[in-house]
């Protein structure tokens, strides 16, 4: 496994690429892309950050954050977004592979 250096600079600006599972274009779709602004919108109501840039692509986005001073944690944030879209997608983005079922997720 990878040994990624992340810096964890309180209040910093960070640059993240997210990826859909297996690549999937599910960003295309208006509904996924709805889940995933309304579970943005949530978390920035928990825990605050500000989006400098966000450019979403059909199978991945990238997107640029501030933090608020004091705080680092971005991992706890996006947990919650993910976690928040593979759920509310759960039921429309389903793969059968060998009996089991495996949901698409971002």
Same mark, same amino acid.
């Given at each position: 496994?990878? /040994?990624?250096?992340?810096?964890?600079?309180?209040?910093?600006?960070?640059?993240?690429?997210?990826?859909?599972?297996?690549?999937?274009?599910?960003?295309?779709?208006?509904?996924? /892309?709805?889940?995933?602004? @309304?579970?943005? @919108?949530?978390?920035?109501?928990?825990?605050?950050?500000?989006?400098?840039?966000?450019?979403?692509?059909?199978?991945?986005?990238?997107?640029?954050?501030?933090?608020?001073?004091?705080?680092?944690?971005?991992?706890? /944030?996006?947990?919650?977004? %993910?976690? %928040?879209?593979?759920?509310?997608?759960?039921?429309?983005?389903?793969?059968? %592979?060998?009996?089991?079922?495996?949901?698409?997720?971002?």
């Amino acid at each position: 496994m990878p /040994r990624y250096r992340r810096t964890n600079a309180a209040g910093g600006t960070y640059f993240f690429t997210v990826v859909s599972y297996r690549r999937q274009t599910i960003l295309c779709d208006e509904s996924v /892309r709805t889940i995933l602004r @309304n579970a943005i @919108n949530q978390v920035r109501g928990l825990r605050p950050f500000t989006i400098d840039a966000w450019v979403l692509l059909p199978d991945h986005l990238h997107c640029i954050w501030t933090l608020p001073e004091g705080d680092s944690d971005f991992a706890t /944030r996006w947990s919650i977004i %993910k976690r %928040k879209v593979s759920l509310a997608c759960a039921s429309q983005y389903k793969e059968k %592979k060998r009996g089991q079922v495996h949901c698409m997720t971002i």
